[in-house]
């Protein structure tokens, strides 16, 4: 039975879709329909199908706190395998039944007579509902940069999150434009295969080791049948990456640390002092995400490969030419350029109380109470929303975490027979400018990067704390902080 009869509609089947379904449906709320794009559920790890995508933060910890597993094959599980992982735990808590692939929302309206979101596809389908939580992601809208004459490459070109099937570089002069977190991961694997690979790098990284190797028969088997060992190395996990975050919240002190680490690793990686000297990053380390591979360096050293710093002033029929003038010819071109990500669920039109448009609300920048709910946008929850992104962490924990929040909020709202429920203002004014406040001083604000709003420059991605902080500021609801509404009749209920 569901809870009041309260409709809930879930944008997005990626990992913080799943985790608001599961957790909404384990408390009674059944009337639930995720919205989904692509034609099955995973979300990022739907799309992101390069080679050698892999996960750089360990899957005992990017995984979902109730559905441990102890048979990932290395650290850091390849795409395929949490895949499988993200499609099997929706099946195994009944989450298939709610899912409507295919399907592109456009735009979601609040009604105010009717006290509901009213959620359109653009193939024309309706929905309607009383409570709506988007998790469409921070990473899933392909930014590609707007270079010159790019429309007249006439060789292959894609984005890393849309890499076709059939592309096989073997005997190919490849170009890679950026050097992220996506490309630092095929890059090496095109190494091997090219006949020619040109890297052009904007920014160089900073670097620590990772060589993922898969885990010995004998580690399998100790994780496997050891009991409290899968446990204990999620802990370890755990503080490991909240010493990350120490490290960039602090970068005078630890920060220097790990800069240090990091400077002692690349050095020995990067034997060629030309690629050395182009490679080496110039800012503070954890500013942009610190990257972890053991295989990057070593293949930009490769005599096919060549790292390119110079800027890219335009593309011909068949080539790639920087600010210098060098034109290097290639037949394909892969923009590892990545994610508009502070973007949000936008362009999506939403249109909250008194015909308000979220990217009106958000002109400034975006921001939401905790990264999950709107002044103005009742029963509206965001899901890997403004400032709730980790560059230390698991997003899989903060997005438990909210979806524990957001089934507060419709208790709240059923017990109280209410049809809405909405952040106050000055909540949210307050709360926002509290989070703000303590970018100051961290490696974050050292630096250009995607968590970074270009106008004023304040951090929009990036939760400014650990993980621990965030899971605390939203174990319980304060209801205080928010105002019920009850515009039609509804039954209350029990808790
Ligand atoms: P990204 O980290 O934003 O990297 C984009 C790269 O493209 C950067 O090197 C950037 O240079 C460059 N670039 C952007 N615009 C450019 C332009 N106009 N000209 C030249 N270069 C340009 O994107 P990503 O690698 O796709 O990763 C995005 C995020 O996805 C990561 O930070 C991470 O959170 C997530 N991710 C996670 C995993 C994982 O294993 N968990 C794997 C892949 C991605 P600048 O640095 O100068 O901007």
């Known amino acids: 039975m569901a809870r009041g009869g309260l409709r809930v509609v879930i944008v997005g089947a990626g990992l913080g879709g799943i985790a608001a379904a599961i957790e909404l449906r384990r408390h009674g709320f059944d009337d639930i329909r995720i919205l ?19 996960c750089d933060v360990p899957s005992h910890l990017y995984s979902f706190s109730f559905a441990q597993r102890r048979d990932w094959s290395r650290i850091c599980s390849p795409r395929e395998e949490i895949l499988r992982y993200i499609q099997g735990v929706a099946h195994d808590h009944g989450i298939d039944e709610y899912l409507v692939t295919d399907t592109e929302v ?15 596809s653009s193939d024309g389908r309706v929905w309607d509902a009383d409570a709506l939580v988007v998790a469409t992601g921070q990473l899933h809208k392909p930014s590609v940069p707007p270079l010159p004459a790019a429309d007249r490459f006439g060789g292959e070109s894609f984005h890393s999150s849309r890499w076709p099937d059939g592309f096989d570089p073997r005997g190919k002069r490849v170009a890679v434009i950026g050097t992220g977190a996506s490309g630092i991961q095929f890059i090496p694997a095109l190494a091997d295969q090219a006949q020619r690979l040109f890297v052009f790098q904007r920014t160089a990284n900073w670097f620590l080791p990772r060589r993922n190797r898969a885990y010995p028969a004998w580690l399998r088997a100790a994780i496997s049948y050891l009991p409290g060992l899968q446990a204990c190395r999620r802990r370890y996990i755990y503080h490991y990456a909240e010493m990350l975050t120490r ?82 010819e290639v037949d394909a071109v892969i923009y590892a350029t990545g994610f508009r990500a502070i973007d949000f669920m936008l362009p999506m ?34 899901i890997y929303g ?20 957001i089934r ?40 250009e990067s995607w968590y970074r709003e270009g106008g004023d420059g304040r951090i929009v991605a990036n939760w400014p704390g650990y993980m621990r902080e965030y899971q605390r500021a939203v174990t319980r609801l304060d209801p205080s902080e ?5 515009a039609r009749e509804r039954e209350p209920l029990g808790a």
């Open 482 to 486: 928010y105002e019920f509404t009850y």
């Open 408 to 447: 507060q909020a419709l208790e709240h709202v059923v017990t109280r027979g209410a049809d809405a429920v909405e952040v106050r203002p000055e909540v949210e004014a307050t709360s926002d400018r509290k989070l703000q406040a303590r970018f100051k001083g961290t490696a974050w604000v050292q630096c």
């Open 247 to 328: 490290m960039i919240r602090n970068p005078r002190t630890l920060g220097r640390i790990g800069g240090a680490w990091s400077a002692t690793f690349m050095r020995l990686q990067l034997r060629d002092p030309q690629v050395r000297r182009k490679a080496w990053p110039n800012y503070t380390f954890g500013c942009k995400r610190v990257l972890f591979s053991s295989h990057y360096l070593p293949a930009l050293q490769r005599p096919n490969v060549e790292l390119v710093t110079e800027p890219i002033s335009r593309l011909t029929s068949g080539a790639v030419v920087t600010a210098d003038g060098v034109q290097r």
């Open 36 to 54: 989904e794009k692509a034609p099955a559920p995973g979300g990022t790890w739907f799309y992101n199908r390069y080679p050698k995508c892999a």
């Open 386 to 405: 403004p400032n709730t992104n980790t560059s230390g962490g698991s997003i899989i924990l903060y997005e438990e975490a909210q979806a524990a929040y």
């Open 349 to 382: 039109e939403v249109v909250g109380r008194g015909g308000c448009r979220l990217g009106e609300a958000w002109a400034g920048a975006p921001h939401a109470h905790l990264g999950i709910t709107v002044p103005g946008f009742p029963s509206m929850f965001l």
């Open 106 to 120: 456009s735009a979601c309206r609040w009604d105010e007579a009717a006290s509901r979101w009213t959620v359109s």
